[in-house]
């Protein structure tokens, strides 16, 4: 699909829609657009967690987030209770279920091996009397084997954390099938990725380079399976994920927490800060300013797209003043009273950010000279430099949050602003962002 009109037109059918919708319920959600680099959307313009509320809700991720072209949708391993706000992520009492999860990695022209390598996973938990509430997802390039969340007991569930559950029976298995993987002479690669904030591919989802779908069958279809069931457009896939049977997975759980152990005693819920100085990777003043200023803008208006557009300019412009040796000032100053009745603002051709002005192209971007700064131009310089240091949309989430903590009079006045609000963190900024980001672990 390389045009990405046949993205959106994929999206738009009900039925993956729907199985977005039924699957992603309850699960943090990220978004992956079309991009050189890896690039998540895990948030949304309030800061809160993605989370799939209501059918149309896919539909607006696609608008919302239409600068990164969002082309894959996941899931987090874990579903909660409460998804409305950051610290909901961060309090394990509030994760409901968690579903274990083996990753077959291989090449997409292996496929046969890997679907080999999937049933022996899956005739281990025969073995363990899982049966019924195993499912499969074919990924795109791998596979993954899945037991339902739903197949533990509630009694169970009072006295055991799902993470701890679900790390220790993927754990569990992986040492039972590795043996017997050894003799296949494979390539393939079965890896315990079950963390706090895992997510994986859901179900119809696109795969984010290849043009498969993400589909689901039970084990009766594996000696059946053939790649062409991927086929975006004529994709067969059973919503095999809604079959289980609840308490089925008690005793492999138990029996896999007794020789593993859970998550949490293994890694721990948060690692411990690394001693010796880690060496932070380099990112200019400019993006730093840009990021911020953009950040500002989109909290006074809320437009992205102008926000976006705003921050590359008043980089550009205060990096100009800086090389000249000359005051940043608004190129058009307004009354204290105008401003406190107008604080955003825009006029033929010059757009108002409190005391703070910019001018306008013919269609609506800032400018300098005969140059504009458009939110694509804002992409390739600012958003791709970041994402090649930390994840955009933590340093975005980060950027608002601090911003945040400022009276809005500080945000509207252009040298408050410079010398409260940037100059503080212009050298900072980033590197807070990235070892808060590394000693977290990774954000995807």
Known sequence: ??????????????????????YGRGRWIAIEGISDKRVF??????NAPLRL?????????????WFVKPRSFYGSVNKYERLSEVKDLEDISNIKYSTPTWDIDNDVDKWRETIRVCKLIVDELEKEGVIKSVYLKWSGRGCHVHISEE??????????HPL????????????????RLAGLNTSVKIENKIDLKRVFTLPLSLHRQLDYSC???KPDDIESFDLSWADPRNF???????IFEKGEADELAEKALSEVGGYFKRVGLMPSPVEEKEETPELGRFQVMALLQAARCFLLTGDIEKSKSFGLNRAIFYAWAKRRGVEAKPPIRREAARLR??????????FYLGNEAAYLSDDGWLMIGNTKQTPQDYDNQIVKRISGIVPYEEAWRRALEYLKKFPREVLLDQQKFFNQVYKPVRDSFIETVYKKETRLGKLY
């Open 341 to 350: 009745e107008k604080p955003v603002e825009e006029e033929k051709r010059v």
């Open 41 to 46: 959307v895990r948030y949304d313009r309030s």
């Open 236 to 242: 067969r896939h059973k919503p095999a994920y809604t």
């Open 53 to 65: 509320q209501h059918l149309d809700d896919v539909k607006g991720f696609l608008k919302s987030f």
């Open 1 to 22: 699909m390389e045009d990405y009109s046949q993205v959106l037109e994929y999206y738009s059918n009900p039925k993956v829609v729907e199985e977005l919708f039924n």
């Open 215 to 217: 589909i689901c069958f």
């Open 151 to 160: 197949a533990f007991s509630v009694d169970f569930l009072r006295g055991h």
């Open 164 to 179: 701890d559950t679900a790390f220790a029976i993927v754990e569990h298995i992986i040492r039972k099938v590795k043996p």
